[in-house]
């Protein structure tokens, strides 16, 4: 099937060389093809990114307004520059977008960002990765790269993938190329972006670790190579988890100062000072985001199959799970201080997105924050620059205006995300009371705190 003949020479069997040859000089002169399946949050920048230094560009996603929306070089990622969308898509052509999956055999390379959730027992959710490879499996050809960026538990790219993959009789790391290479993107971090965050890649062998390292060095300045695919997988798992276990270590301390009657904030703030030895993490009212609270769990699966615990990732769970609940505690402290029982009590959410500057409210610790004091009857609105109105099972609401009524109007004030853009010594001088779960409210004078509690 694969032996090249040309008219009157002798069948010559097409090495592993020659296939890789072909496709490291498409990456290199930046004639590769390249599909991006899952134009989300990971998916849209990257492709914009490969567009931007000229290779041509087809993503691939099952959600029709998304695929219309970049069609029409309509921006819907806070990541993306509107302008240069518009140009990539309508001026120079370089991106489309479809949900068909008969593109894939015109395609040189797919790099695979589809969701990883976890199921309601928390246990990895492959369902996405699993249809997808599904779907590119059944029009694989030889010569292509398929890449994952999905973050996973280690094994999922030769375990779960690679089987699917070999269904039509194509060869690995001779017919076509795997590898896994984690998606590190912050978003809204304006520093570190896809470009100049450095990128682990581990293939399921040589060639495909070579010829994935080369197409990620085409557009990222530093590539980290490691032994295989697993290896790449757990490198992203972990590091998530290592953000998960800190933060829960200065939760944990938060808890602790407030029965001290310590300002936790200040205590970190002199703690970071030390210049080796340490470095900053933040409490807050828990984690929240597509990573965080979910990664260190495909970890703990895993180590589960292996009978292994995993105890740091159990506990930094357990307290960061717990936070929504400790503030909850505060602010009905607060409300017993001023008389008012938990279902005469107005309170107001400021931000509610899991992180600053985003839209994004998955998983954000102010949904259960807000479920939590309804469930004591309190009737809660919110304002959120970015997030207009939300939709969580149960719970849907309209953002309301951030207005002098409003802040006057709440019983108690509880900022859970920390927007740049709104004025806080407006805020904390015009709230009735304030709990300030970020400290957001730290450069502001004594005076102007008076009505403020922090976290
Ligand atoms: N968002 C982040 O900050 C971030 C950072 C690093 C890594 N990651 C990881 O990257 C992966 C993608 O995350 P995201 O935030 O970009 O997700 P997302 O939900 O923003 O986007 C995923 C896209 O995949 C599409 N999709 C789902 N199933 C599909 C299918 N079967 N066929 C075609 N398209 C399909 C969805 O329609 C959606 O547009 C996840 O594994 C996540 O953990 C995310």
Same mark, same amino acid.
């Given at each position: 099937?694969?032996?090249?003949?040309?008219? /009157?020479?002798? *069948?010559?069997?097409?090495?592993?060389?020659? *296939?890789? %040859?072909?496709?490291?000089?498409?990456?290199?002169?930046? *004639?590769?093809?390249?599909?991006?399946?899952?134009?989300?949050?990971?998916?849209?920048?990257?492709?914009?990114?490969?567009?931007?230094? %000229?290779?041509?560009?087809? %993503?691939?996603? /099952?959600?029709?307004?998304?695929?219309?929306?970049?069609?029409?070089?309509?921006?819907?990622?806070?990541?993306?520059?509107?302008?240069?969308?518009?140009?990539?898509?309508? @001026?120079?052509?370089?991106?489309?977008?479809?949900?068909?999956?008969?593109?894939?055999?015109?395609?040189?390379?797919?790099?695979?960002?589809?969701?990883?959730?976890?199921?309601?027992?928390?246990?990895?959710?492959?369902?996405?990765?699993?249809?997808?490879?599904?779907?590119?499996?059944?029009?694989?050809?030889?010569?292509?790269?398929?890449?994952?960026?999905?973050?996973?538990?280690?094994?999922?790219?030769?375990?779960?993938?690679?089987?699917?993959?070999?269904?039509?009789?194509?060869?690995?790391?001779?017919? !076509?190329?795997?590898?896994?290479?984690?998606?590190?993107?912050?978003?809204? $971090?304006?520093?570190?972006?896809?470009?100049?965050?450095?990128? @682990?890649?581990?293939?399921?062998?040589?060639?495909?670790?070579?010829?994935?390292?080369?197409?990620?060095?085409?557009?990222?300045?530093?590539?980290?190579?490691?032994?295989?695919?697993?290896?790449?997988?757990?490198?992203?798992? !972990?590091?998530?988890?290592?953000?998960?276990?800190?933060?829960?270590?200065?939760?944990?301390?938060?808890?602790?100062?407030?029965?001290?009657?310590?300002?936790?904030?200040? @205590?970190?703030?002199?703690?970071?000072?030390?210049?080796?030895?340490?470095?900053?993490?933040?409490?807050?009212?828990?984690?929240?985001?597509?990573?965080?609270?979910?990664?260190?769990?495909?970890?703990?699966?895993?180590?589960?199959?292996?009978?292994?615990? +995993?105890?740091?990732?159990?506990?930094?769970?357990?307290?960061?799970?717990?936070?929504?609940?400790?503030?909850?505690?505060?602010?009905?402290?607060?409300?017993?201080?001023? /008389?008012?029982?938990?279902?005469?009590?107005?309170?107001?959410?400021? %931000? @509610?997105?899991?992180?600053?500057?985003?839209?994004?409210?998955?998983?954000?610790?102010?949904?259960?924050?807000?479920?939590?004091?309804?469930?004591?009857?309190?009737?809660? +609105?919110?304002?959120?620059?970015?997030?207009?109105? !939300?939709?969580?099972?149960?719970?849907?609401?309209?953002?309301?205006?951030?207005?002098?009524?409003?802040?006057?109007?709440?019983?108690?004030?509880?900022?859970? *995300?920390?927007?740049? /853009?709104?004025?806080?010594?407006?805020?904390?001088?015009?709230?009735?009371?304030?709990?300030?779960?970020? $400290?957001?409210?730290?450069?502001?004078?004594?005076?102007?705190?008076?009505?403020?509690?922090?976290?």
């Amino acid at each position: 099937m694969f032996a090249c003949a040309s008219p /009157g020479a002798k *069948t010559k069997m097409r090495t592993v060389q020659d *296939t890789k %040859g072909e496709l490291l000089n498409k990456i290199r002169n930046r *004639t590769a093809k390249v599909g991006v399946v899952g134009l989300g949050y990971v998916g849209l920048p990257f492709a914009v990114e490969k567009a931007k230094v %000229g290779f041509q560009v087809v %993503g691939i996603d /099952g959600n029709v307004g998304r695929v219309a929306k970049v069609n029409a070089g309509e921006n819907y990622i806070g990541d993306v520059d509107d302008e240069e969308l518009k140009q990539m898509v309508l @001026v120079d052509k370089r991106i489309t977008a479809t949900t068909n999956w008969d593109v894939v055999p015109e395609l040189d390379i797919l790099v695979i960002a589809v969701p990883t959730p976890l199921t309601r027992n928390l246990t990895p959710d492959l369902q996405f990765v699993e249809r997808v490879t599904a779907e590119v499996g059944k029009r694989i050809r030889p010569g292509q790269l398929i890449s994952l960026e999905s973050t996973t538990y280690p094994g999922t790219t030769e375990q779960i993938m690679l089987p699917k993959l070999v269904l039509t009789g194509l060869v690995p790391e001779k017919d !076509f190329f795997l590898a896994h290479s984690p998606e590190r993107v912050d978003p809204g $971090n304006k520093r570190y972006t896809t470009k100049n965050t450095s990128k @682990v890649v581990g293939g399921i062998g040589p060639h495909s670790l070579e010829v994935a390292a080369a197409f990620y060095g085409e557009t990222i300045s530093h590539v980290v190579q490691v032994s295989n695919a697993s290896a790449a997988e757990l490198t992203k798992v !972990f590091e998530n988890t290592f953000r998960a276990v800190n933060i829960a270590l200065v939760n944990e301390l938060a808890m602790l100062c407030d029965r001290m009657e310590l300002n936790v904030w200040e @205590v970190l703030d002199a703690a970071f000072t030390k210049p080796f030895g340490i470095m900053p993490f933040y409490p807050g009212p828990g984690v929240g985001g597509h990573c965080i609270p979910l990664d260190p769990h495909y970890l703990e699966w895993k180590a589960k199959e292996l009978n292994f615990e +995993t105890r740091f990732i159990a506990l930094a769970g357990e307290i960061n799970r717990g936070m929504p609940a400790f503030v909850c505690e505060k602010a009905f402290k607060l409300l017993n201080k001023l /008389g008012k029982a938990p279902s005469r009590s107005k309170v107001g959410i400021l %931000g @509610v997105a899991y992180k600053r500057d985003l839209s994004d409210w998955r998983e954000s610790p102010s949904m259960e924050v807000i479920k939590q004091l309804r469930a004591m009857n309190v009737a809660v +609105t919110y304002h959120d620059p970015f997030v207009p109105q !939300f939709e969580e099972h149960e719970l849907a609401m309209t953002s309301s205006a951030l207005t002098t009524e409003w802040l006057e109007g709440n019983d108690l004030t509880i900022l859970i *995300t920390d927007h740049t /853009g709104i004025d806080y010594k407006w805020v904390a001088e015009t709230a009735t009371c304030m709990l300030d779960t970020r $400290n957001a409210t730290k450069k502001l004078s004594v005076q102007s705190r008076e009505r403020v509690t922090l976290l």
